[in-house]
């Protein structure tokens, strides 16, 4: 995987966090990475702190540069190891609690 650019904008229109799929609203600043893998190209849109809590597991887990962390993956087959930073990405957790919660019909806001 070869990263061909990044950058942090400020959405000028909503967007879905490529990590925890909530929204990244109009105003907000996000991270933005233009990425390509053999023939396919795309770009991946992410809350800045859930692009963080991404790059330290990343980082704690010494992976490779082009081994990508994806936090809804995580989150999927390895919860405790993202509960581990909870007092460091307090709202990127809390984001998906919510929708833990309102997949299993306990409410909740993202």
């Given amino acids: 995987m070869e990263v061909l650019s990044e950058s942090k904008p400020i959405a000028r229109k909503a967007h879905t966090c490529d990590h925890c799929w909530c929204?990244?609203?109009?105003?907000e600043q996000y991270h933005r990475a233009f990425l390509k893998d053999g023939g396919d190209v795309w770009s991946w849109k992410s809350h800045l702190?859930?692009?963080?809590?991404?790059?330290?597991m990343h980082r704690d887990q010494d992976l490779c540069w082009d081994e990508g962390i994806n936090l809804s993956e995580e989150w999927s087959?390895?919860?405790?190891e993202m509960l581990r930073y909870r007092d460091e990405f307090p709202t990127v957790i809390a984001r998906f609690e919510a929708r833990s919660a309102r997949r299993t019909g306990q409410g909740g806001q993202p």
């Fill in 23 to 27: 929204d990244i609203s109009p105003g």
């Fill in 49 to 56: 702190d859930c692009a963080a809590l991404s790059d330290c």
């Fill in 77 to 80: 087959n390895d919860r405790e």
